[in-house]
């Protein structure tokens, strides 16, 4: 790491390119030969698929934002996380409406959307707190109290409770390392996780959580910064809250509101790093809600959809779409392209694994679509039947609600940020920037939506 305002002058970075080191590392490196080229990606169009007359009147958008913040204690690097996540529920019915009206009331316009956020610290490095005795208990203890105090329904469930629900999905037998294996010096460091607090079985009887089978506290570096670790905390909140409102809507007999709202989330359908179990668990609890959801919708599946801003797949996508010259505009407008496991791996992520392409952490599956206006979007779709994890092929019967996902991401595709959709940026604003922490307002809007329907 260099000292700070040190840069690396001409000779030190031409040594490195030049290095035999490298140069020997390089040679070694596996690359696609001139000849296998670029696979040709097959594009459909909106119109090859079955069309829809759905249209959405509400949108859910969730999105999350972390920040590492030093803390002064006497001790070096310490450090506090605080993540934010953000809930925003956008009335796209009546922004149609305000648009034939213009110019419309600017407060109007802002009274279409109605936000909530949640917000919690995290100890970092060198935080302790309580009675505990290091900052890796410190956060195990607290990432539990925080899932237990939040919810977002005063007459609903806590987001502990959520995230207990999906933990029955987990292996019972699934032993994991004890987080006090290394200081009590029991017989193998394995424990069976469990609900709410209980003890551990070997003679100290330290207290554990439920919590600690996301396994995110074996993250944490005790003398760095950490901002993987907060990075994993955000990605459970993000995915978990979504479960959250859904089981809400269905412990308070609003499943057919499912039938005129789209879902859509900042990044993939994905659970990574840690705690990747729970995009098992998310499949799962999600396919039974969709199931029962039907029963409400016409036996419409539900519509969420997960939009990526940056990664190998958008940059990917942006390549392809370019010609020899760098221009972009090969793929025509309302195009779109499904992937399989052979290409994923061929041209994007490359892989010799027989294990299709994130099994143990994705829930929804990609494509690329080209909007109507020219933008170029990176999304997935939730998988809802075994036939929807086949990705030895790609047809638009393995992607749910296809058509209508097309049609609402070519409605709130962002004219201001790339890869992007209008609700996401509200919420990411909202995350970044919490001005509506603890507002009830997506139950209060949900019961707005009650009374106008009786």
Known sequence: MPYEGEFASYRPIHRLTESERVQKLLARMKKKSSSEGEDTLPTMEISDISPSEWQPNLVLAIDGSHQEEPVENGYPGAEVGYVTVAAVLMNVAQIKKLDLQRPADPKLFRNTEKVQSIDSAFPGCNIVIDSEKSPRNSLRKTLFETLKEIKLFSDGESILDTYEALLEYKSRDAKQNCPYAEDCGSTNGKYLTEKKTYLCQCPHKEVLYSTDALRIHEG???????????????????????????????????????????IVIDG????????????SAISRELNRINEAAKQFTEGQD????????????VNHFERIDQDERGTSGIF????????????????????????????????????????????????????????????????????PRLFDALGLIDQLVSSRYQNSLSPLISAHAEAAIPMNLGARVLEDMARELIAGRH
């Open 220 to 262: 944490m570096v005790p003398d760095s910064v950490n901002g993987a670790m907060f990075a994993e905390i955000m990605q459970v909140l993000e995915h978990v809250v979504v479960i959250h409102i859904l089981r809400w809507f269905e412990k308070k007999g609003l499943l057919w509101l499912l039938g005129n709202m789209g």
């Open 268 to 279: 993939p359908l994905r659970v990574h790093g840690y705690p990747a179990w729970l995009s």
């Open 302 to 313: 539900l519509l969420m959809i997960g939009v990526e801003k940056s990664g190998n797949f």
């Open 332 to 399: 025509p407008f309302q195009t779109f392209c499904l992937l399989t496991d052979e290409y994923i791996k061929k041209n994007i992520m490359f892989s010799d694994s027989t294990k299709p392409y994130g099994l143990d952490t994705y829930y929804g599956r990609k494509f690329f679509y080209k909007t109507a206006s020219g933008a170029r979007i990176v999304a997935s779709l939730p998988i809802l039947d075994k036939a929807h994890r086949d990705l030895t092929y790609a047809v638009p019967e393995q992607y």
